[in-house]
């Protein structure tokens, strides 16, 4: 089982992530703390990775090693619905999908008829999760993602490393 607190995947609330829906902040959190080689997919073993900590933690001791492979078995085959390319890895644009994520916060702002101010303001307290000034780490590349998926591209590493080198 991955470090971390009992309460938190990847530093999302565990409740949260089973639940309701993820920030881009959090999604992008949960992409980078399981895709541990940075080739932009989650393989089987990063996936199963992932399911683990969601599903054998000790709040949810009732469930066995087992019903966590069968149940990633099942998200698999659910998700090559989703796997474009059929190579078997999960991109980062595919796992959005399966994932439960709030609307594009973006959206709400950019398909104004003029943007202020506020809505820049709006926007900077959107993304700045952490509260420190500061838009960097997984919330700099919930803001790219959020604007590449707006502009239309897929959701990929590629695409988050060009847009936020550094992060």
């Known amino acids: 089982m991955s470090s971390g607190k009992l309460k938190d995947v990847a530093g999302v609330d565990l409740k949260k ?3 309701k829906k993820l920030t881009s902040t959090e999604f ?8 541990k080689d940075r080739s932009g997919f989650l393989e089987y073993n990063e996936f199963s990775e992932f399911m683990k900590d969601l599903f054998l933690r000790k ?9 966590v492979e069968k149940y990633t078995a099942e998200v698999i085959h659910i998700m090559d619905t989703y796997d474009e390319n059929r190579d078997g890895r999960f991109e980062m644009n595919e796992l959005a999908k399966a994932l439960k994520i709030e609307e594009n916060y973006l959206n709400k702002i950019i398909n104004k008829k003029s ?3 506020k809505h820049i303001q709006s926007i900077l307290q959107h993304y ?3 509260v420190n000034d500061t838009i960097e780490g997984p919330e700099l590349n919930a803001f790219v993602g959020d604007l590449a998926r707006h502009s239309g591209y897929k959701l990929t590493l590629s695409i988050i490393e060009k847009r936020s080198p550094g992060c």
């Open 128 to 130: 700045n999760s952490d």
């Open 59 to 67: 709040d949810c001791t009732d469930i066995t090693p087992e019903q």
């Open 17 to 19: 992530l089973r639940n």
């Open 115 to 117: 943007i202020k101010d």
């Open 28 to 35: 992008m959190q949960v992409w980078f703390h399981y895709d």
